[in-house]
């Protein structure tokens, strides 16, 4: 771009010169200068156009001269994989930043990847409460306030549906309070070891002043699967295979979990009465709020990280993406960095108070 308009303002230095040739050629060479004018106008515009637009890429914080890591902390097809790639879309899309999302099977190597990156901002992730978790009960050497950067808190991860076997002595939340009151320690949960499932058993136990027999059950399949054969007599799922599950016979969904807040409505209000929260169903303080994260390694700087954080905006703002997140059940959101770091600090309290309940919590 510099070498074409030098040329241009040369010719047009060289076109006006040839005026001292003869009058005849006045107008023919002044016109001529016109053009190269115009012409170097043009081309000094357009260098101008060209920086504008570098700097404004540059606003967003990303960097802009290499490829965006975007770390799935799991397998491809889940939650946190589905919501990363509608992100990711939406980053090529409405910020024009390449980028390029890698799944690791482990949830622990994905956090650990994203930790030991250079802070650049070109390798980030989409973390949920288990990379909280994971530290909590010492199942990860990964601390979320120090070895990582919070850039956003994102959408929520919405509902889940708490099920029992089909022929349970119990159809609401409440008469399975009784039934477990009556019946101590004899309800086996279906839950993995550490995971956001334990988190939400513990919280229930907690507060509703029940115990439960823990059944390890890390997976949504296997938990559906014992749910169907009665091995275990609670569980949670995903309401996409509880409805399905349910309208099959094979088991009975007493009622939903979300965020503070949160009603079944505002998921799909045609939807029947058993799938109400249990906040919904009487217990005030029974939730459980789940957020997305973006994260990036620690030592980033402030200033790109805020940028970052506006940039995310856009992205939550894209149509595309805020349908993509719906229909896998999620609640799409943004929060600037201040409201962020609330947030997750809430969300992580909460896991340290019921992991200190359920007796795993090794780190604080």
């Not at 510099?2 to 001292?20: E, F, N, P, Y």
């Not at 609401?172 to 839950?191: D, H, Q, R, S």
């Not at 309401?239 to 505002?266: F, P, R």
Request: charged share 25%; net charge negative.
């Amino acid at each position: 771009m510099k070498r074409r308009a030098l040329a241009i303002i040369l010719a047009a230095a060289m076109a006006m010169g040839a005026t001292a040739c003869g009058s005849s050629k006045t107008a023919e060479t002044t016109k001529a200068a016109e053009k190269a004018t115009e012409a170097a106008a043009e081309a000094k515009t357009e260098a101008a156009s060209e920086t504008t637009a570098a700097e404004a890429a540059d606003d967003y914080g990303f960097p802009t001269d290499e490829t965006i890591t975007w770390v799935v902390p799991g397998k491809a097809g889940g939650g946190s994989d589905l919501a990363i790639r509608y992100m990711s879309e939406a980053m090529t899309k409405d910020l024009g930043l390449t980028n390029t999302v890698t799944n690791y099977d482990s949830n622990t190597v994905g956090h650990q990847t994203v930790a030991n990156a250079k802070p650049d901002g070109a390798t980030i992730m989409l973390a949920t409460a288990a990379l909280n978790i994971q530290w909590i009960t010492g199942n990860a050497d990964v601390n979320p306030k120090e070895d990582l950067t919070l850039i956003a808190a994102m959408d929520d991860n919405g509902f889940s549906a708490l099920c029992a076997p089909a022929d349970a002595p119990y159809n609401t939340f409440a008469e399975m309070v009784e039934y477990a009151k009556a019946n101590p320690g004899k309800l086996n949960a279906g839950m993995p070891n550490s995971g956001n499932n334990t988190m939400q058993f513990g919280r229930i136990q907690k507060t509703a002043d029940v115990q439960f027999n823990a059944v390890e059950a890390s997976s949504e399949s296997d938990r559906l699967t014992a749910l169907a054969g009665g091995f275990i007599d609670l569980g949670f799922a995903g309401i996409g295979n509880a409805k399905e599950y349910e309208a099959a016979g094979k088991l009975k969904v007493i009622a939903t979990i979300a965020g503070d807040g949160l009603k079944i409505a505002d998921y799909d209000a045609s939807l029947p009465d058993n799938y109400k929260t249990i906040q919904e169903q009487g217990y005030d303080d029974l939730y459980w709020n789940v957020k997305h994260y973006v994260y990036g390694p620690a030592g980033m700087d402030q200033a790109q990280v805020e940028k970052m954080n506006a940039a995310l905006e856009k992205i939550y703002n894209d149509k595309d993406c805020h349908d993509g997140l719906v229909s896998v059940g999620h609640i799409p959101e943004w929060h600037n960095l201040e409201e962020s770091i609330k947030i997750r600090d809430a969300e992580y309290q909460a896991e340290i108070e019921v992991s200190d309940y359920l007796g795993i919590k090794v780190n604080d």
